[in-house]
């Protein structure tokens, strides 16, 4: 049995699979650019996030339907549950599919069909986080909100993704205090590529709870003393890490380090079906190439469950959490 944890830093988008692609792609007659499945993996060879991005958008062209946005939820959730994610705190983009002509609606009622029973067919708990495309505009973010009006009991909080660097958290500001007052939770991408100075402006701006990425706050002794303090919580993710070139290989990633410091770091997966794995894949590399050990292995593991917005869920939190206490390595 796999290390019990939570996902909290997952791209719906980003779990498509190229079988998937093309079962999607032959549903909706659409034509990808690619012969077959080994073709599209050949181009998974990534230089920097921007040219993930581009393929990670192309290939949104194949969802389009309810039913779509269910088969996707549905296979990402089986999937985690193999690899011991008892709790997923999924990302979407809703843009990235409103532009194409495939309502909010669409998107939302499609991920909540599988969401909705994802306890009882997968034993996972879930939860929505809607992402701003970041390099987009402020008044494309404060539309999209709107838009998510009907469905916000379904989404937990909102998130800023895509292109970072050019693209300041400040560019949020009145999307985020839109967002709050509408009692939604507050994270952002910020530090992947982006500057350590994103990581403050979405604390100080934002009001963010948890940075998603976070890794060049190393290059800021005086902010990773706050992070500490605070407590903030930073969503890795080792593998996405080394495809987008963020360090150059997994073993110089500086994770141990990162525990060492205190920070409250956990592991993930971003876009699995892009990086090489899902959340037990991470967990796994990170174990093999850094010689992580049995107890920081637990705490990047007890950490999940302390980051998660399962305040509304106490019971289950500490349930989770004494699971995770409670397993034994083989
Ligand atoms: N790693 C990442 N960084 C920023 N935006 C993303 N969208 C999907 N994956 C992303
Ligand atoms: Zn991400």
Redesign the pocket.
């Known amino acids: 049995m796999p290390l019990p944890k939570a996902e909290l830093h997952l ?1 719906i988008e ?1 779990t498509l699979e190229p079988e998937l692609a093309f079962e999607l792609a032959a549903r909706n007659g659409v034509t990808l650019p690619y012969a077959d499945t080994e073709e599209l993996r050949e181009a998974y060879r990534f230089e920097d ?1 921007q040219s993930f ?1 581009n393929l ?1 958008y192309e290939l949104m062209a194949v969802l389009r339907t309810e039913r779509d946005f269910e088969d996707l939820a549905d296979a990402y959730l089986a999937r985690a549950a193999a690899q011991g994610v008892r709790h997923a705190e999924i990302f979407f983009d809703p843009q990235a599919h409103i532009v194409r002509g495939v309502a909010m609606g669409t998107v939302v009622e499609g991920l909540w069909r599988a969401l909705d029973r994802s306890q009882e067919t997968h034993g996972i708990s879930t939860r929505l986080i809607m992402c701003f495309l970041r390099d987009e505009s402020a008044e494309s973010a404060m539309e999209t909100l709107d838009a998510a009006g009907p469905y916000l009991d379904r989404i937990t909080g909102v998130g800023l ?2 292109a ?1 660097v050019g693209h300041p958290p400040v560019k949020f500001r009145e999307v985020y205090e839109a967002a709050a007052a509408l009692g939604l939770r507050r994270v952002a ?1 910020a530090g ?1 590529e982006g500057p350590p100075e994103y990581i403050t402006e979405a604390l100080d701006v934002l009001g963010v709870e948890r940075i998603d990425h976070g890794l060049r706050c190393l290059e800021d002794p005086a902010l990773v003393e706050r992070l500490v303090r605070d407590r903030v919580p930073l969503t890795l ?1 080792p593998l ?1 890490n080394v495809r ?1 070139r963020a360090v150059d290989v997994l073993e110089q990633h500086p994770l141990p380090a990162m525990l060492d410091a205190g920070l409250l770091c956990t592991v993930n997966s ?2 699995p079906a892009y990086f090489g794995g899902y959340a037990g894949d991470n967990f796994d590399a990170v174990r093999q190439a850094l010689g992580l050990d049995e107890e920081q292995l637990r705490e990047l593991a007890r950490n999940s469950f302390v980051a998660s917005f399962l305040e509304h869920d106490e019971e289950r939190r500490a349930r989770y959490l004494a699971e995770v206490e409670a397993y034994e390595f083989r």
């Open positions: 791209h980003g996030l991005l990670y993704d895509s970072e991408h992947e993710c996405s987008l971003d876009d």
